[in-house]
């Protein structure tokens, strides 16, 4: 009986530590990411286009979110997404980032640094995301 409750205290034990350290991805270029499984996938917004290039993302499972970046070369392509989608406010984006702001990790956007006048910031599915028009870099969170 005991040695059934030490196995289910470390079978617990490891579930936890392994759901708080995330999940990494990383991609150096759209040919990397696309061979990947939907599963993998899922964790990035579907705007993504083949001239994407350092694609990174974090995800957890608990709490529910995932912080992303990834450059892009093609304003055009980009720029009709964000002009079909409505547009929200930064102060939402920045709201997501506080809720979730002990898992962001420190190569995600600096928000506090930010020049406001160059970004834009879409909802599209489940994900918030900002292109920032002078760096052509999108930033993504995904937030319940």
Known sequence: M???????????????????????QEYKIFDEFNK??????????????NDATE?????????????????????????SIF??????????????VEQNVKLKPNWFLDLEQLDKSNVEVIKKEEFYILKNNKEKTIYFILSN
């Open 2 to 24: 005991n040695k059934i409750k030490i196995l289910l205290l470390f079978v617990l034990a490891t579930l936890t530590f392994s759901c708080q350290k995330g999940y990494k």
């Open 36 to 49: 990947k499984n939907e599963r993998n996938k899922g964790w990035f917004p579907s705007i993504i286009y």
């Open 55 to 79: 694609l990174r993302n974090v995800s957890y499972l608990d709490p529910l979110c995932a912080f992303g970046k990834f450059n892009y070369k093609k304003s055009e392509f980009y720029d």
């Open 83 to 96: 002009s079909a989608n409505d547009k929200i406010s930064f102060e939402l984006f920045n709201n997501k």
